[in-house]
């Protein structure tokens, strides 16, 4: 079975500020910053031997997720977030005021 079949599994390392999934012996990664109730995501890091299989769409899912679960606005700084953030309006309530992009 290919690990695209099965479940993507995501942990969330609090103390780093990451969200984390181990694809193929790779880390694929979401990075944020939490200042007060506001979670910036500076970064999504797919490596290419993995990349097109929308590891990085299920990260940054799963992070607006867990911020909405905890009450945070999102700032979607990185390019990849903000892309995300433009395909899928329906959690653009999450964006912090001054977030939305154009």
């Not at 103390?15 to 007060?36: I, M, P, T, W």
Request: net charge neutral; glycine share 6%.
């Amino acid at each position: 079975m290919s690990d695209t079949a099965k479940p993507l599994e995501i942990s969330h390392d609090t103390a780093n500020q990451l969200f984390v999934a181990k694809v193929d012996g790779y880390d694929c990664e979401l990075e944020y910053r939490l200042q007060g109730k506001i979670m910036s995501i500076t970064h999504t890091g797919v490596p290419s031997p993995v990349g097109g299989r929308g590891i990085a769409a299920l990260l940054t899912k799963f992070a607006v997720e867990t911020a909405e679960k905890q009450h945070w606005k999102i700032d979607p700084a990185c390019a990849y977030a903000d892309a995300w953030f433009k395909r899928n309006p329906e959690y653009s309530h999450l964006l912090a005021q001054g977030a939305a992009r154009t």
